[in-house]
């Protein structure tokens, strides 16, 4: 297992910076994703590691040793693109074997290897058919499998679920995940969807115009996000209006909001006057009939989604703020349907503060 120390790393295209000063720590056999939207440069940074780009400036660091000038060869990383670039004239084993005949690997030690690996991806069966002849997520096993046959330092993935289907996705992200802890090799991951970084990753670098915006957990990530941005950017969210009225003892305030009087984290000192933006999540927000009791505030519903195992409201608060709701479908209410809202007061954290 590898550490990887990026340290200040910068790219820079004649005028134009696609990288700009980030750093990132990741830890032996830790499994990172870079998260953002196109453009923010996390394909970038990816190549940068890998020995595809060349460095504007910064360090890339593998066990304490700068490989900034290393060439990709040199580097001992296995790479999985998003198209998979498997060779169509080689068979399944053909391309597991290239890469170790390149770094001239005794055949017996090649052949036990590949059969490893193979039964590894699942794939022993498919040793001799060719690319064309295997489904989109066969094809994206043999990269996975063509890039750890190599036994390399470093796994470094581009969006290799991209082309494939929804529900395949979702398996492949449990079965690239499961192999990785098995395996317990160093990854990065760069993805633009959420899901696959949040059930994949030990932890989650958002980036946005080439820069990091926060690196934490899944869980982290989601339920404190650092910006608006963040919060709006990893699933859906409220944001809500609050007024800040006194100190409410360990580190949290007393804020006035649509939701009434709450107590929330205050991340510093705030002035008694100023404004914060809350986030809450849609699923945070429990929804029941107007006439029952219990805590809330009046809402009606405009509309609802229903897809299965959840549904999805969206509701007109009396001040004309409109929010999200997501529950399940244990009660189900029509369209124009008065209703009772409340979420608990540590559901909703602090993204932005106005003086």
């Known amino acids: 297992m590898t550490e990887v120390s990026i340290e200040a790393l910068t790219k ?6 696609a990288v700009d000063g980030i750093s990132i720590l990741i830890r032996e056999g830790e499994f990172i994703s870079l998260l953002g939207p196109s453009g923010c440069g996390k394909t970038t940074t990816l190549k940068m590691i ?25 580097r001992d990383i296995g790479m999985v693109f998003q198209n998979y670039a498997l060779f169509p004239h080689m068979t399944v084993a053909g391309n597991l074997a290239f890469g170790l005949e390149m770094r001239k690997v005794p055949k017996a030690a090649m052949q036990e290897r590949i059969a490893r690996v193979l039964d590894m991806v699942q794939l022993t069966d498919y ?19 063509r890039a750890l046959v190599i036994e390399p330092k470093i796994l470094l993935l581009d969006e290799p679920l991209a082309n494939l289907d929804a529900k395949l996705r979702e398996e492949m992200r449990i079965f690239i995940r499961d192999i990785q802890r098995r395996v317990g090799i160093t990854t990065v991951y760069v993805t633009h969807d959420q899901a696959e970084a949040m059930t994949m990753s030990d932890r989650v670098v958002v980036m946005f115009g080439g820069t990091i915006a926060q690196i934490g957990s899944p869980s982290d990530i989601y339920e404190r996000p650092a910006s608006t941005e963040v919060a709006k950017f990893v699933g859906q969210v409220n ?17 006035a909001t649509e939701f009434g009087e709450l ?5 510093g000192s705030l002035a008694e006057g100023s404004m914060l933006t809350l986030a809450l999540r849609p699923e945070a927000v429990e929804i029941a009939a107007a006439a029952g009791e219990g805590p809330g505030i009046p809402a009606t519903v405009l509309s609802s989604y229903y897809s299965g195992s959840l549904v999805d409201y969206r509701l007109r608060l009396a001040s004309g703020h409109e929010i999200d709701v997501q529950t399940f479908p244990r009660h189900r209410f029509d369209d124009g349907a008065m209703v009772r809202i409340h979420a608990p007061a540590d559901r909703f954290w602090p993204v932005e503060k106005r003086a």
């Open 127 to 145: 040793a001799d058919r060719y690319p064309r002849q295997l489904s989109g997520g066969q094809q994206q096993r043999v990269a996975l499998a």
């Open 263 to 267: 107590e929330i984290p205050a991340g």
């Open 239 to 255: 944001l809500i209006e609050a007024r800040v009225l006194h100190s409410a003892g360990a580190g949290h305030v007393a804020v």
């Open 12 to 17: 820079d295209y004649g005028a134009s910076r």
């Open 50 to 74: 890998a020995g595809f780009e060349e460095v504007s400036g910064g360090a890339i660091r593998f066990d304490g040793n700068d490989v900034v000038h290393v060439p990709a060869e040199r």
